[in-house]
């Protein structure tokens, strides 16, 4: 049996999110070529996801004419494979003018011969909020290749580079809708020529033409013929009769684009009995004030502006109003929950009201009681509620829908996180009492919703809404979903500590300053998280606020556990656990005794350690909360392998890490892995303890945690060394050793350093001789029981140096 050596300290245990996760990994690790980082690699589709084929493609539009020599062009491209570059077509015009209706339409009828199937994203350029990031777009198509949410690596590069090994030996199609830049493009286009990519924007995109080969198709508005065949298409069945030179007339109106002529053609349906000519004179009508009021800078905008005036003009007053109120909704698609709240109706009207607008091609449904605008009809949308929505209307709409997502995000608190103090909420507006019967239902919302966090935060402070921009932000933070790539907690939290201050709430301003000492905590960040932990404390303790000074003292003792300054996190730990046990809370208490014994383990006082983590284990089990059972059990774990009790170090480690998965959090499941790394290798499974170092890496690439990336990076080296390929060890460790470097952590930097020595003292003892001595340099500060003897362990290596 090999001998198990200590120091392989792992700090902390983690903050708590929540995401989901399917499957066991069985994917091999391999160093590779480390000068630009570490990477795993697996085939995924193949072993996780049971070869699963992505058929993303929206359907193709109703009625779709005309547009033969474009779609010859791109039919042409089917025998065209650039031996040099993907296929790319970009297909590009003004708004309105049919660019995704050909894509879609093409694409359906091409994606036969695409065998491995065909991805899809709307990147909304143009919408009015924030376009798709291409880290976002990468996200989804992954996962929809059957990449694991958390392997997706959270950097743009790292990301495109799976996307393109994904796509290696595919034949796929991929469609980009609304590209509004070509840097928004380029991470997203495969690196064979086996796959397709078309394009659709309303640039030119020229730096894909110069440096991607890519073939430009503009669409220009239809000629007279073809409008006439669209709108006979579209009306034959109500309207059959109808004068061909008036249907001219009506497509000038439209300026023949193919977005205008649907909206009139809709409009016509509607009035089966009405003659064309006195359609004609009323869109005439509108179209002449629309014209007074715009500024006449883009004809054709204008007069597609003026096809939704004549349509909006038919609606019924509560359509109406509900279409121009979901022009305030902050982000880019919405639930029929926030559309109910905007136009203060129930969830039954408003699905009525939001069928109407769908059947008007005023509003697109994408899913189940899920909807979004077609970004010049949201434009359009908001310009109405400008114009006939006071002040006052628009302000009470945008404080229904916060006081909803407010409400939603306490109500999926109550289940993420049951134990995390709630903030006080006022009654809700609407009905919110009981939206989520499970916990999957609550994460799965969080999850559908999670694009819309920061825009709705956002327009809640620049409304001023300061009250709401603090809750919303500090409720958010309690009930994160996983796959939140697009969004930045800690702009998050800081939007949140701005309106709290605005507002001078001193409660609300403690609580935003603790949500970011966690979250730069959990970004590596550890001098931010005690500066904002500590200014928590000080509000606390100003507030005479004892509960919240006690939770503040133990966020700074598990951040300067985190740190490795262990007398520190011993000394803030005890304060608050006296605090915690003088209020009566045995909750925290547990919680405060499970970290004090996770200080004495990484001291090396076992004893100690063990006494006062199976005392709190105990009080957790009782208490019934499975993040805290879970980090105990992870330290019995840990404690278990240092005495050389392997079986009961792999059982508490595999207990930790099917709570993990119970939970779906991805950050509790790639701390908690590395135990059960440890104790798989330790028994002589090399294979399976691989596979946990695997999928811990790639979770904590996910959520951006390097540092514990490097944890496992630095444990599947152990795992190559003892397999005698002391090279790829080497790799591992010296990639290992410079994260832990670059992020200041100097004690997992010598434990890495001290790794390093051993696989190269294999084969150059004078290199390992160096590694030992910069070791040894980086533990020189450390007196606990731990450090004193890893000391030793080196200076024995090194001959009594």
């Not at 050596?5 to 999110?17: A, F, Q, S, V, Y």
């Not at 339409?105 to 994203?121: E, H, K, M, R, V």
């Not at 003897?789 to 009594?800: F, S």
Request: proline share 3%; hydrophobic share 40%.
């Amino acid at each position: 049996m090999e001998t198990i050596k200590e120091g392989n300290d792992r700090g902390l245990p983690p903050g708590e999110t929540h995401a989901e996760m399917s499957g066991h990994s069985r994917d091999v690790v391999q160093a590779g070529n480390v000068s630009g980082g570490v990477h795993f690699y697996g085939q995924w589709r193949d072993k996780r996801q049971g070869g699963r084929t992505p058929r993303q493609l929206l359907a193709a539009i109703k009625g779709f004419v005309n547009r033969t020599d474009e779609l010859g062009r791109l039919n042409a491209a089917l025998a065209e494979e650039s031996p040099t570059h993907s296929a790319v077509y970009v297909i590009v015009g003004t708004a309105g003018v049919g660019k995704t209706s050909l894509a879609l339409q093409w694409a359906n009828q091409a994606q036969s011969n695409f065998p491995d199937g065909q991805l899809y994203i709307n990147l909304r350029g143009y919408d009015p909020g924030e376009p798709v990031k291409p880290e976002e777009a990468l996200h989804r198509f992954l996962s929809a290749l059957g990449v694991p949410s958390a392997a997706v690596p959270r950097d743009r590069e790292s990301a495109a580079a799976m996307y393109r090994s994904e796509l290696a030996d595919r034949r796929m199609l991929i469609v980009l809708d609304n590209a509004a830049t070509v840097s928004q493009v380029r991470p997203l286009l495969p690196g064979n020529s086996h796959c397709l990519t078309v394009v659709t924007s309303r640039s030119r995109l020229s730096g894909l033409a110069v440096h991607n080969g890519a073939v430009r198709l503009k669409l220009d508005a239809l000629i007279e013929s073809e409008c006439v065949v669209l709108l006979r298409t579209l009306t034959a069945e109500y309207r059959p009769h109808d004068d061909t030179e008036e249907l001219v007339q009506l497509a000038a109106l439209c300026a023949r684009l193919p977005l205008a002529l649907r909206v009139a053609a809709e409009r016509a349906v509607c009035r089966p009995h009405m003659r064309l000519d006195e359609l004609i004179a009323d869109l005439r009508d509108t179209s002449a004030l629309w014209n007074a009021l715009s500024t006449g800078d883009d004809e054709d905008e204008g007069a597609v502006r003026s096809v939704f005036a004549w349509s909006y003009r038919a609606l019924s007053i509560d359509c109406a109003r509900m279409f121009r109120l979901l022009g305030l909704h902050p982000g880019a698609d919405f639930g029929i929950g926030a559309a109910a709240s905007l136009a203060e109706v129930s969830i039954r009207q408003a699905r009525h009201l939001l069928d109407s607008l769908v059947a008007a091609h005023m509003v697109e449904q994408k899913a189940p009681d899920r909807y979004e605008f077609h970004d010049l009809l949201r434009a359009y949308a908001r310009d109405q509620a400008l114009l006939e929505e006071t002040p006052e209307s628009r302000l009470k709409a945008l404080e229904r829908v916060l006081d909803w997502y407010i409400h939603m995000t306490d109500a999926a608190q109550v289940w993420i996180m049951p134990k995390r103090e709630r903030i006080a909420l006022d009654l809700p507006h609407n009905g919110v009492s009981t939206p989520f019967l499970t916990y999957d239902q609550a994460v799965d919302w969080t999850e559908l919703e999670q694009s819309n966090f920061l825009p709705v935060v956002h327009a809640a402070l620049q409304a001023a809404l300061d009250k709401q921009a603090w809750q919303l932000s500090l409720i958010l933070w309690s009930t994160r979903p996983p796959t939140a790539v697009g969004i930045d907690w800690i702009e998050l939290g800081q939007l949140g500590l701005q309106a709290s201050r605005r507002l001078n709430d001193r409660a609300g301003e403690a609580g935003s300053l603790k949500s970011l000492g966690f979250t730069y905590a959990s970004a590596n960040q550890l001098a931010k998280s005690v500066e904002h932990h500590e200014a928590a404390l000080a509000v606390y303790v100003e507030l005479g606020d004892r509960q919240g000074e006690a939770a503040a003292l133990n966020a700074i003792g598990i951040t300067h556990l985190r740190s490795r300054d262990l007398p520190a996190a011993e000394r803030r730990l005890r304060q608050a656990g006296l605090l915690f046990e003088s209020l009566g809370s045995t909750y925290w208490s547990a919680v405060v005794s499970s970290n004090l014994a996770s200080v004495y383990y990484h001291a090396g006082r076992l004893e100690e350690a063990d006494e006062v983590g199976i005392r709190a284990l105990n009080l957790h089990r009782e208490l019934g909360n499975k993040n805290t059972i879970g980090n105990a059990l992870y330290l019995r774990s840990c404690i278990h392998l240092d005495r050389g009790e392997l079986e009961q170090a792999l059982e508490a480690a595999q207990e930790a890490y099917e709570i993990a998965l119970s939970l779906r959090s991805h950050a509790l499941e790639g701390f908690w892995l590395l135990a059960l790394g440890d104790a798989q290798h330790a028994l002589g499974r090399g294979d399976e303890a691989l596979v946990s170092y695997q999928r811990s890496a790639v979770l904590h690439r996910r959520s951006g945690n390097r540092s514990r990336e490097a944890l496992a990076w630095q444990a599947a080296g152990r795992v190559y060394h003892r397999g005698g390929r002391h090279g790829e060890a080497a790799d591992f460790h010296r990639q290992a050793a410079v994260v832990q470097r670059e992020l200041g952590f100097r004690w997992h930097e010598a434990t890495a350093l001290e790794d390093l020595a051993e696989a190269l003292s294999e084969s150059d003892a004078d290199a390992g001789r160096e590694q030992w001595r910069r070791a040894l340099g980086l533990i020189s500060d450390y007196s606990d029981p731990r450090a004193l003897r890893m000391r030793q362990r080196i200076r024995e290596r090194l001959g009594g140096e």
